[in-house]
């Protein structure tokens, strides 16, 4: 067991990326204790009951009150009105983190109601499930996996060192970037490729009507892969679009001229430039796995870790 890092967490939201901080914050003894604030009773009443809370309270401002970590687990389109309530009742010198994944925003809403002596450091765990809910989190979501840290320079040096300290403790690899390329590069590698698994599974949806759903049945392909990245939750993937706007946008003009140029190849028969196409995208899911970013196994080597964790 490491030394408590904070004497006292709060965690306002309790889905799965909070859940997850508690198990590996316990799982270590990283936090003195360990509060919590969800919108609903049966959320609360959960977060109780398996233990990633000493205590609950019914209201985010009673949750954060005492607290030298404030960790903002909440979809991004709620975070202002959090802000706002939590903003007077935050204890001086006490940092206020978040997990949105869009930044530009986050701290837009956010920011204005920090007050002077309380640090915001905004952040981003790249890592999660199709799950959400705190019973869908487990104490090793974070290992091995990025956690983005986008301060400024106006940001406290020995606030950030904490709060680095604790995400690494928990497993993650922490690194730091700005705002604007936060968001963008979230665009390419996760916003983009969600927006393009829902449309996926909403076609194949439209043809599963015609065809007796063969596309459920015969769906241990690829598609399958769709399915679970399009079964995320849609509370925060609609807010996600809604406030990752502009680089979304920008992403998505640069996919649909690809998708043309690809669209041209197999109607003019041009075997030659798909070849070139797939085998400079291999190398970069070679390099995925060089880095340490997932696994070689068949399958992804997912079904069986993500499925026995999310449901522990
Ligand atoms: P989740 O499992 O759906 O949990 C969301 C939590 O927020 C629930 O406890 C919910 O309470 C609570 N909540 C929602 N609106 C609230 C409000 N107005 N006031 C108080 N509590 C509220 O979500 P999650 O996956 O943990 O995501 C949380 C954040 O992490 C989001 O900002 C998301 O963008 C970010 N993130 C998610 C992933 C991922 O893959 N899931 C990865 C990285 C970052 P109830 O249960 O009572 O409704």
Redesign the pocket.
């Known amino acids: 067991m490491s030394a408590p890092i904070y004497n006292r967490v709060a965690l306002?939201?309790?889905?799965?990326?909070?859940?997850?901080m508690a198990h590996a914050m316990r799982a270590d003894g990283l936090a003195g204790e360990i509060v919590g604030?969800?919108?609903?009773?049966?959320?609360?009443k959960v977060?109780l009951q398996i233990g990633i809370c000493d205590r609950v309270y019914a209201t985010?401002a009673e949750a954060v009150q005492g607290a030298d970590l404030v960790v903002?687990?909440?979809?991004?389109g709620?975070?202002a009105?959090?802000a706002a309530e939590i903003g007077p009742h935050l204890a001086p010198g006490c940092t206020v983190t978040?997990?949105?994944?869009?930044k530009q925003a986050?701290i837009a809403a956010v920011a204005p109601f920090i007050p002077q002596g309380v640090h915001f450091i905004p952040g981003?765990?790249?890592?999660?499930?199709?799950?959400?809910?705190?019973r869908?989190?487990f104490a090793t979501l974070y290992k091995n996996r990025w956690w983005l840290l986008t301060p400024d320079e106006a940001t406290d040096a020995e606030a950030l060192a904490r709060l680095r300290s604790l995400l690494q403790a928990m497993g993650a690899k922490v690194d730091t970037m700005d705002a604007a390329h936060h968001d963008l590069v979230l665009a390419v590698v996760s916003h983009t490729p969600h927006l393009i698994a829902y449309t996926m599974v909403g076609v194949a949806d439209h043809l599963a009507q015609v065809s007796n759903s063969e596309v459920i049945q015969y769906s241990a392909t690829g598609f399958r892969d769709f399915t679970r990245i399009a079964a995320?939750?849609p509370?925060?993937w609609r807010?996600?679009f809604l406030t990752n706007k502009e680089a979304v946008l920008d992403i998505l003009g640069r996919f649909t001229e690809e998708l043309f140029v690809l669209q041209r190849a197999i109607r003019m028969g041009d075997g030659d430039q798909l070849f070139d196409y797939f085998t400079r995208t291999r190398a970069i899911r070679r390099g995925i796995i060089e880095a340490g970013q997932d696994t070689s196994a068949p399958d992804f080597g997912r079904v069986p870790a993500v499925a026995v964790d999310a449901k522990a």
Do not use: N, Q
């Open positions: 306002i939201g309790l889905g799965l990326i909070a859940s997850s604030h969800a919108k609903s009773d049966e959320t609360r977060a985010a903002l687990a909440v979809p991004v709620a975070m009105a959090i978040d997990v949105g994944s869009v986050v981003h765990p790249m890592a999660g499930t199709e799950y959400s809910g705190p869908a989190g995320s939750d509370t925060m807010d996600v």
